[in-house]
């Protein structure tokens, strides 16, 4: 209901796609982070900034219900100084806040950008969430989409717009993959039948090195978003 109508912003606001803020200083990639819950979103997030933070400068913002969990775990990983992390509280579905009612997601990566910018990268982790899950092109520029085997590896034939549509999927935690039964050459088939030529990452993000082709992925969308013209 609410994705057919059009969305409209305070003036403040830099819309995705445009590179320049409304203060006329460039802004960061943003990159969303979505997924169910337990899949790994807030360990991938904390794996790209300990992997990229001494490349480019990072801010979080982090979404829960009614808590400000992840950005906690992110502070105490003390994976970046505790003013470049920031949470919103969304009250409701995590869709509401990513999707259709964005304007607190907006603020939060406009105050971090007033406050410690210059930011070449803002990393928005949306609370845990189902396979419909997925970010207006309002907020972010591009959206990672996290899965992991041990939820079941059937997760890639069944689709959904998160699955099917997001920019990179990342099926984690496969080192689990013997131990719950999970195939992961059929994943694989699945995934690459629902998303065609968009790419998929199968890894585990807390063993060593497994977030490099996430970072890679990540640095490779960086290096084009600096190319852009101001």
């Excluded at 989409?145 to 984690?172: E, S």
Aim: aromatic letters at 4%.
């Amino acid at each position: 209901m609410h994705r057919d109508q059009p969305e409209v912003f305070p003036e403040r606001y830099a819309h995705s796609g445009t590179v320049v803020r409304g203060d006329g200083r460039r802004r960061g990639l943003r990159v969303g982070l979505g997924g169910p819950v337990g899949s790994g979103k807030t360990a991938t997030v904390a794996a790209l900034c300990g992997a990229l933070r001494d490349e480019v400068s990072i801010g979080v913002v982090t979404n829960d219900i009614y808590t400000r969990e992840d950005a906690e775990f992110l502070l105490r990983a003390a994976v970046l100084p505790a003013e470049r992390i920031t949470a919103v509280e969304t009250g409701a579905c995590p869709h509401t806040a990513i999707r259709d009612d964005i304007s607190a997601n907006l603020e939060a990566v406009e105050d971090l950008e007033d406050s410690v910018g210059p930011l070449d990268l803002i990393l928005v982790e949306s609370g845990g969430d189902n396979l419909t899950a997925t970010f207006s092109k309002g907020l972010v520029d591009a959206q990672i989409f996290v899965i992991d085997v041990a939820g079941g590896d059937d997760i890639p034939r069944k689709g959904g717009p998160g699955v099917t549509t997001a920019d990179l999927l990342v099926v984690n935690k496969t080192d689990l993959a013997p131990y719950v039964g999970a195939d992961l050459d059929r994943m694989a088939r699945d995934a690459a039948a629902q998303r065609g030529d968009l790419p998929v990452v199968f890894t585990s993000v807390k063993r060593e090195g497994g977030i490099e082709p996430v970072a890679a992925w990540v640095a490779e969308r960086l290096a084009a978003w600096s190319a852009l013209p101001a």
